[in-house]
């Protein structure tokens, strides 16, 4: 058997855990409960701080930490900025005008990940946050995940069908899921692109997608596969959803590519029924 390094090398360790949040694994318990306290716990040391890139701007003192629940003035803020937004080029210029998203100011560039595919598709893919490709390209799904997204999308025969964006328009630092919080100021954005997009079917990709588009509790495995339907946030507007599994996910676990391409094989039969288009 093969010798295994204990405590696993940085990056195995991030990617076992980022398999397994994916996966819907949020606690983790050993056989016996071990008591820390009598053992005489040795403080892990935290590595230094990452320098904040050059371009990051400052971070107003009013912006909320990242923890915290989002506050009420910034959604109150980015709902009037969002629904100011006339065209998809105004909703665009109104998020880079947002200040009450945390993310804004925690290392990503300054420019906002906005979208990118055809303003009028019948098909909205929302991925959870942009990553350092896509940071600095200033465009959704533009890397690795991005690349197998495109090869599926275009396998379905959606190419020019599909709208992209995310449930936050700023790079979370160290690529990790964005918070709830940071979720919900960035919502209204969403909820925006898709009045203006009017798609008819969304595709949410992966677990933090779906948890925040459809206020779930379960894991995605438990979710994707499955029709539910997202609401706006007064009720006015009511859409078919299907979460499936992320490409960053797929990467890392290949096998699991049949069940999300059965997902889109779903999808494109709801979406080209002749006679009920939801
Ligand atoms: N992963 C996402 O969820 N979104 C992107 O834009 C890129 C990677």
């Known amino acids: 058997m093969a010798d295994h390094a204990y405590p696993p090398p940085q990056a195995v360790a991030e990617s076992l855990l980022a398999f397994w949040a994916e996966a819907g694994i949020d606690s983790m318990y050993l056989d016996e ?104 390209r200033g465009q959704p799904f533009v890397g690795r995940a991005g690349r197998l997204l495109d090869k599926m999308v275009a396998a379905a025969g959606l190419q020019e069908r599909v709208f992209i964006t995310n449930t936050v328009f700023w790079r979370p630092p160290g690529n990790r899921t964005p918070t709830p919080a940071e979720q919900a100021v960035c919502a209204p954005f969403v909820e925006r692109a898709i009045e203006l997009v009017q798609p008819r079917l969304l595709l949410l990709l992966g677990g933090a997608s779906a948890k925040s588009m459809l206020q779930k509790d379960e894991g995605i495995l438990a979710l994707r596969g499955r029709w539910f339907e997202w609401r706006s946030a007064d009720g006015g507007l009511e859409l078919p959803a299907m979460p499936t599994l992320h490409p960053a996910f797929l990467l890392r676990q290949p096998a699991a590519k049949k069940k999300a391409w059965s997902d889109l094989v779903s999808l494109v039969q709801r979406l080209d029924r002749p006679d009920r288009p939801h």
């Open 33 to 136: 409960a071990v008591d820390r306290i009598a053992a005489g716990a040795v403080p892990i040391p935290r590595p230094a701080q990452a320098a904040r890139p050059a371009t990051a701007p400052s971070r107003p003192a009013s912006v909320p930490d990242a923890r915290a629940p989002a506050p009420p003035e910034a959604l109150a803020q980015a709902r009037a900025l969002a629904a100011a937004a006339k065209t998809l080029e105004e909703l665009a210029a109104a998020i880079e005008a947002f200040e009450g998203c945390p993310l804004k100011f925690e290392g990503a560039a300054t420019k906002a990940v906005f979208s990118r595919g055809a303003p009028s598709a019948p098909v909205m893919v929302v991925g959870e946050g942009p990553g350092a490709e896509e940071d600095a």
